[in-house]
């Protein structure tokens, strides 16, 4: 199983935040873990650890779909005009506990590698890994 770089979570649930970081430091999958309450304080997270292209740039960001001050769809509005260098390395995959019909055809049009239903759990943590970052590992 490949360790990545850097995961950044962003949810406004204090909650799930700990058990998603509990979960992915007891499977061992990254070097560093970020944590954002809202897609505002994501978005700062980035341009703080991407500037310039590092290490520490999240391979994975696990976004909440509802969340006040910036949810997630505005979120990946704002992250798609970044500029494409900053994009390229990022798999984001949306945690939602339900999803409108219009809300997921928006989602389809936005850089989202993926949606999962929320809990996060092992398999599905691990599955996604495998997945999206199979290639470095080999």
Same mark, same amino acid.
């Given at each position: ?43 700062? =997270?980035?341009h703080q650890t991407c500037l310039p292209l590092s290490a520490s740039c999240p391979d994975l960001i696990l976004l909440d779909m509802k969340m ?48 999962? =239903? ?21």
């Amino acid at each position: 199983m490949p360790q990545l770089s850097s995961i950044l979570l962003v949810d406004d649930d204090s909650t799930t935040n700990f058990l998603n970081e509990s979960l992915i430091k007891r499977l061992g999958l990254v070097k560093h873990l970020h944590v954002a309450e809202n897609g505002a304080q994501a978005l700062q =997270n980035l341009h703080q650890t991407c500037l310039p292209l590092s290490a520490s740039c999240p391979d994975l960001i696990l976004l909440d779909m509802k969340m006040p001050i910036m949810n997630g769809i505005e979120f990946l509005e704002a992250y798609a005009l970044l500029p494409i260098q900053k994009q390229q390395h990022t798999v984001i995959i949306m945690l939602t506990t339900t999803m409108l019909r219009a809300d997921l055809e928006r989602v389809k049009q936005l850089p989202v590698a993926g949606v999962l =239903n929320k809990p996060l759990t092992k398999e599905k943590i691990l599955a996604l890994v495998q997945e999206h970052f199979k290639a470095e590992a080999d």
